[in-house]
């Protein structure tokens, strides 16, 4: 499945790098920038979440909930956050059923060879649970910068 703007956001629940569970549900109300990746501490990744992590007074004062989802453990993301000092909540996805119903789970080519596993993607969702604008393949360097601008049109 592909969610496309105007969509209700598929929900779910999954475990935060200290074991929490976190739910969509839970954070309605306030704008939720959802966005998956491959692997913590690869370079793109980690270009990704410090980017984030630099504008983050960004994202606060546009009252975002930065949510980052990849099929590593809880364990592999409390690492990784507390590594890069990262404030956005990272959610693990092992099975990548979440990642699969926002189609961020699928076919892709890196490097030449085809492979299946999980696309750099984000999902901008709004107050109110629907889809607001999504990125099918969103650039690590990039990404906090387009987010932010539609986070602002959204205001």
């Given at each position: ?28 109300g306030r ?50 956050r507390h ?73």
């Open positions: 499945m592909n969610v496309q703007a105007g969509d209700p956001a598929p929900l779910f629940t999954l475990k935060g790098p200290d074991g929490d569970e976190v739910s969509l549900e839970d954070l309605r704008p939720v920038v959802l966005y998956f990746y491959p692997k913590d501490d690869s370079p793109g990744c980690t270009t990704q979440a410090c980017d984030i992590r630099d504008r983050w007074a960004e994202f606060e004062a546009a009252g975002a909930i930065v949510v980052g989802v990849s099929p590593d453990g809880a364990d592999v993301h409390h690492a990784f590594k890069h000092d990262l404030p956005q909540i990272l959610l693990a996805d092992p099975g990548h059923e979440v990642m699969e119903r926002y189609g961020a789970w699928g076919e892709k080519v890196l490097y030449g060879r085809k492979s299946v596993g999980a696309i750099r993607s984000s999902v901008l969702i709004g107050p109110d649970g629907q889809v607001a604008k999504v990125w099918k393949r969103a650039q690590a360097r990039s990404h906090a910068e387009r987010v932010l601008r539609a986070l602002q049109d959204m205001a």
